[in-house]
Nanobody, 122 residues
Framework: VQLQASGGGLVQAGGSLRLSCAAS????????VGWFRQAPGKERDFVAV????????YYVDSVKGRFTISRDNAKNTVYLQMNSLKPEDTAVYYC????????????????WGQGTLVTVSS
């Protein structure tokens, strides 16, 4: 499976954005998919994950209540709805397919696509 993130942009603090992760490949619906983000000069950090059947989600504490991950397997797409954005949410956001291990580790994911830049101004 190949993944491509899109939907980033410049938004003011308190605003919203919806990111999309489009997948190619017939096996997309069998993968859990996660979102990560990487701020300038920092490591790539876990944000959220959703299982293949759309009935399990998990978030890092810093985005709980503000971000919502969802998927539409018919469209081969995973979404990240981001509300109440803060300047500290500024980062390049990546999606990837879960393989095994802890959700918090990038090594647990594969099929990384190119990221999409989210910039939140104060």
């Amino acid at each position: 499976v190949q993944l491509q993130a899109s939907g980033g942009g410049l938004v003011q603090a308190g605003g919203s954005l919806r990111l999309s992760c489009a997948a190619s490949g017939r096996t997309f619906s069998s993968y859990a998919v996660g979102w990560f983000r990487q701020a300038p000069g920092k490591e790539r950090d876990f944000v959220a994950v959703i299982n293949w059947s759309n009935d399990f989600t998990y978030y890092v504490d810093s985005v709980k209540g503000r971000f919502t991950i969802s998927r539409d397997n018919a469209k081969n797409t995973v979404y990240l709805q981001m509300n109440s954005l803060k300047p500290e949410d500024t980062a390049v956001y990546y999606c990837a397919a879960y393989q095994s291990g802890s959700y918090y580790y990038t090594s647990s994911f594969g099929s990384w696509g190119q990221g999409t830049l989210v910039t939140v101004s104060s």
